[in-house]
């Protein structure tokens, strides 16, 4: 038999009208040219539920029983990287026999979602209770406090790395079309290495590190490259220079080159690359080159220089605006990765 096509919202609320002025459901029927068993339906659902909207349907039954749900949740609870393999394994052996799909089903309906893990750096006990220290000591700084320091760290910039994401809207079978194919090479094409600072106020200067980086060179950048942007940017007396813990930063001949500077050196927790708001501008200039889509080594560095310089200043006081927010997360991680 052939499934009837459903009545629509305006003619069951005919129906319940008719109904009301006091019509039979035979007159209702011929008079909407619907079946009269239909009206009665209709009508009956009225006065049951007050509506005539569909309503839930209860479906088959699940195979996962209460308690399997539960012995699901505890397991994924203590070894998030529990396969649904495992975990069907795991319910075969207590008696319940279910797929792949029942476990994911039954995950997504606790709010439990299959993602891809992230990396994050390795912290060890001593890193998380570094990490505690750093934030619990600098609660009460000040926003003016942050504003007086200079931010700096190195990265790398991969040509062809950032496109390799893009994800694209196309028809199928086009998958191949120049349009939504993304060009790469072996290994990135190549990369540069960057060093940059920054404070509230502003951007500093961005320098390519075309050799190894050791002490020495790390000294002549600092030299060459912080002292000038700490002019430039109009730094106030006492400012304070943050780097991270790499050997070349905390190499004896370096400290001593700083203090003979007499330059006031954030104490700085290992490993954590969260805490320093320069990755937040890292991020903005890999997706302003990625924009651009340099296509060799020099057209990357010119146009890393390009798009650092035009970064707004208010991007870089917002960053340290709400740096606080930062340290809160250290604390309510206990010590671990935060969000940043």
């Known amino acids: 038999m052939a499934k009837t096509k459903e009545l629509s919202k305006d003619t069951r609320k005919r129906i319940v009208d008719l109904h009301q002025t006091g019509k039979s459901e035979s007159t209702i029927?011929?008079?909407?040219?619907?079946?009269?068993?239909?009206?009665?339906?209709?009508?009956?659902?009225?006065?049951?539920?007050?509506?005539?909207?569909?309503?839930?349907?209860?479906?088959?039954p699940r195979k996962s029983s209460s308690r399997g749900v539960k012995r699901i949740m505890r397991t994924v609870s203590k070894n998030p990287r529990t396969t649904q393999g495992d975990l069907v394994n795991d319910l075969q052996r207590a008696g319940t026999?279910?797929?792949?799909?029942?476990?994911?089903?039954?995950?997504?309906?606790?709010?439990?979602?299959?993602?891809?893990?992230?990396?994050?750096?390795?912290?060890?006990?001593?890193?998380?209770?570094?990490?505690?220290?750093?934030?619990?000591?600098?609660?009460?700084?000040?926003v003016e406090d942050w504003e007086n320091a200079m931010w700096s760290d190195e990265t790398k910039v991969e040509l062809f790395c950032i496109n390799s994401t893009r994800r694209v809207w196309r028809e199928k079978n086009t998958e191949l079309h120049p349009k939504n194919t993304i060009p790469t090479v072996k290994h990135g094409g190549g990369n540069i290495m960057l060093w940059g600072c920054f404070s509230a106020k502003g951007t500093g200067r961005l320098i390519r590190v075309k050799d190894r980086m050791n002490g020495a060179m790390y000294r002549e950048i600092l030299s060459q490259n912080l002292l000038p942007s700490v002019r430039a940017l109009k730094m106030k007396r006492g400012w304070v220079f943050q780097h991270d813990n790499d050997p070349k930063h905390t190499a004896r001949v370096t400290k001593e080159w700083l203090r003979k500077k007499h330059l006031k050196v954030l104490e700085w927790p290992c490993q954590s690359p969260d805490l320093n708001p320069i990755e937040n501008l890292w991020r903005e200039l890999k997706v302003r080159v990625a924009r651009r889509q340099p296509q060799n080594i020099t057209a990357l560095e010119k146009i890393c220089m390009e798009e650092w310089a035009k970064i707004p200043a208010t991007v870089c006081a917002n960053l340290v605006k709400t740096y606080s927010n930062r340290l809160t997360s250290v604390i309510a991680n206990k010590g671990y990765v935060t969000k940043y």
């Not at 390795?122 to 750093?134: E, G, I, S, T």
């Open 29 to 60: 029927g011929k008079q909407l040219g619907v079946k009269k068993s239909t009206v009665e339906a209709i009508i009956r659902k009225w006065k049951t539920y007050k509506t005539t909207d569909n309503l839930p349907r209860s479906g088959a």
């Open 97 to 142: 026999t279910v797929t792949k799909v029942t476990i994911s089903n039954t995950l997504q309906r606790q709010g439990i979602n299959s993602c891809r893990a992230r990396r994050v750096p390795l912290l060890k006990p001593v890193h998380v209770q570094a990490r505690l220290k750093f934030a619990r000591e600098h609660m009460d700084d000040t």
